[in-house]
């Protein structure tokens, strides 16, 4: 059984009559936002101390000002972590830079005393591409000496957290204001205003009635209470007249039926104001059970390849899902996601088998693509990628779906040795097939039980140091190739066709791991479709 999960339903707030009180609100929310900050991590008061004082100043109750903390630490915690983030990745273009610089600095040696592969080009040629590899080794170290000047002054940064209310890119406006599309700068302040007081925050409690005492939904109808300071403006309460969710409102009325805490937030976008329901769901009982095997997904910059493996860990189905995701928006890069999840939760719900994906993080990726192949890095998103972990968990929960996350470690190079040739199958339904005998806990050796024993001394090493030690030789080879080699390891992999055991005389079971057909193993299969078939 999952646990639950935060769900947030939004809807539009179609009546305008109360627009003037959500702005002025908004105005006074994001104004004691900014002063609790101040007194917080700039001038380093207590809580407590701030919170007295500030209900006692501001006519706020106490349900407001621990919106205004919760709201700000959880500001406070983005931007550190995302300062972690920078740092990081940082350090990973440090580290594949020096890996570039080196390559050349060796590429640069080999060509100036025409050795190796070289040696057959014509001196005017060698001395060509020696000059064009000295200006790339030239650029390369100035980029790295900027990228070491960068994680010097961000590692120094001391004081409070770069936090800017109105955000950065919206300030830096301002030096340009004809180029951003101001006519002067008061039509810049005035924008600058209105983003910092664009949004409001409502904490809920469980404790309370209708899960929230600043905002409570009462039929079709939302009660906002305002704090003293605007009650002589707008009243005490402020009524929301037809508030609606197009999506979730059955879940928002079982939480108000159950007493559960339901937290609002407004925010202003485009002129319209629209509500935000945060509380949380129950997941449906797992209806799925890794005894039937397992769906890996393999997700990549253009599409997600998905691979069904049965209990003994041999691909039965793959498939890949197109994610034509570069130059769309935002908006439309989680629509095209949430197709390929809802496919992919359905498949699995089908199947009675769960899902397993892996556990990346794709700024250091990111990072270390940008010296391999520059275009595949321009495609890399952290959002695409991070909104597809989110919508896999929140859609796999309402389904009963399990989701397994494993180490992505070598999946790409055991899924190019040990399936892509055997079962036909592409790189990245190869790589979806090792991610899910992954999951299931199969093993992942490099050789196997008809092949010859390691040595002793080896015998205590991990299964990846293996993976490890041929990765370099494995990545952009072709299909063919790795086949031709893998066949060295296995008894009658090489062998022609007519020479072979037919495929009939080669019996199924789980013992089949490894490059060579072992004991109890499948025979060769071709996958046609979404479904495989056994060689004949």
Same mark, same amino acid.
């Given at each position: 059984m999952i646990g639950p999960m935060q769900a947030t339903f939004q809807t539009k707030i179609h009546d305008r009559s109360v627009y003037p009180a959500l702005d002025a609100l908004a105005a006074l929310y994001g104004r004691l936002l900014r002063r609790l900050f101040v007194d917080l991590y700039v001038r380093k008061r207590p809580l407590v101390e701030c919170k007295r004082e500030s209900i006692a100043r501001d006519g706020i109750t106490a349900r407001y000002f621990n919106a205004l903390a919760t709201d700000l630490k959880a500001k406070v915690k983005a931007a550190e972590e995302a300062h972690r983030h920078h740092l990081a990745h940082l350090r990973g273009q440090i580290q594949s830079t020096e890996r570039a610089i080196a390559k050349l600095q060796k590429q640069a040696k080999a060509l100036a005393s025409g050795k190796g592969r070289w040696a057959t080009l014509a001196p005017q040629e060698r001395a060509a591409r020696r000059r064009r590899v000295r200006f790339r080794l030239h650029q390369k170290k100035r980029r790295l000496a900027m990228l070491r000047a960068r994680l010097e002054a961000a590692e120094a940064r001391t004081g409070s957290p770069p936090i800017c209310f109105g955000s950065r890119r919206l300030f830096h406006r301002q030096f340009h204001l004809e180029a951003n599309g101001? %006519?002067?700068? /008061?039509?810049?302040?005035?924008?600058?205003?209105?983003? &910092?007081? $664009?949004?409001?925050?409502? @904490? =809920?409690?469980?404790?309370?009635?209708?899960?929230?005492?600043?905002?409570?939904?009462?039929?079709?109808?939302?009660?906002?209470?305002?704090?003293?300071?605007?009650?002589?403006?707008?009243?005490?309460?402020?009524?929301?007249?037809?508030?609606?969710?197009?999506?979730?409102?059955?879940?928002?009325?079982?939480?108000?039926?159950?007493?559960?805490?339901?937290?609002?937030?407004?925010?202003?976008?485009?002129?319209?104001?629209?509500?935000?329901?945060?509380?949380?769901?129950?997941?449906?009982?797992?209806?799925?059970?890794?005894?039937?095997?397992?769906?890996?997904?393999?997700?990549?910059?253009?599409?997600?390849?998905?691979?069904?493996?049965?209990?003994?860990?041999?691909?039965? %189905?793959?498939? /890949?899902?197109?994610?034509?995701?570069?130059?769309?928006? &935002?908006? $439309?890069?989680?629509?095209? @996601? =949430?197709?390929?999840?809802?496919?992919?939760?359905?498949?699995?719900?089908?199947?009675?088998?769960?899902?397993?994906?892996?556990?990346?993080?794709?700024?250091?990726?990111?990072?270390?693509?940008?010296?391999?192949?520059?275009?595949?890095?321009?495609?890399?998103?952290?959002?695409a990628y991070g909104k597809f972990s989110a919508l896999l968990m929140a859609r796999a929960a309402r389904e009963g779906v399990e989701v397994l996350r494993v180490n992505p470690a070598f999946t790409s190079v055991i899924g190019k040795v040990k399936f892509m040739a055997r079962y036909g199958l592409s790189p990245h339904a190869a790589a979806a097939v090792a991610i899910a005998r992954r999951g299931l806990g199969l093993g992942e050796r490099l050789r196997s039980g008809t092949a010859r024993p390691l040595p002793a001394r080896n015998r205590g090493r991990h299964v990846w140091s293996d993976w490890r030690r041929i990765a370099p030789s494995v990545r952009g080879q072709r299909a063919h190739r790795l086949y031709q080699r893998s066949s060295e390891d296995a008894p009658g992999r090489g062998e022609p066709r007519s020479t072979r055991a037919p495929a009939a005389s080669r019996p199924h079971g789980p013992g089949c791991d490894g490059l060579a057909w072992g004991p109890g193993c499948d025979p060769p299969a071709r996958i046609v479709g979404s479904t495989v078939r056994p060689a004949s």
């Open positions: 101001f %006519a002067s700068h /008061d039509a810049w302040r005035k924008a600058w205003r209105d983003a &910092r007081s $664009q949004s409001f925050f409502c @904490l =809920g409690s469980k404790d309370e009635r209708s899960g929230n005492q600043t905002c409570s939904l009462l039929g079709d109808r939302l009660r906002l209470r305002l704090p003293n300071a605007l009650a002589g403006r707008f009243g005490r309460h402020v009524w929301l007249q037809g508030v609606r969710f197009p999506y979730g409102q059955d879940v928002i009325l079982a939480a108000l039926a159950s007493g559960q805490a339901i937290s609002y937030r407004f925010v202003r976008k485009n002129g319209a104001w629209y509500v935000f329901a945060t509380t949380e769901r129950p997941a449906a009982p797992i209806t799925t059970s890794r005894r039937a095997g397992a769906l890996g997904a393999d997700l990549n910059p253009d599409r997600l390849a998905v691979a069904e493996v049965d209990r003994f860990g041999n691909p039965v %189905a793959a498939r /890949d899902i197109r994610l034509p995701l570069q130059g769309k928006r &935002r908006e $439309q890069v989680k629509a095209i @996601l =949430g197709d390929a999840v809802a496919d992919l939760v359905a498949w699995a719900k089908g199947a009675g088998k769960p899902i397993v994906v892996e556990h990346l993080d794709f700024r250091e990726k990111k990072a270390r693509l940008r010296e391999d192949d520059k275009r595949y890095a321009r495609k890399l998103s952290a959002f």
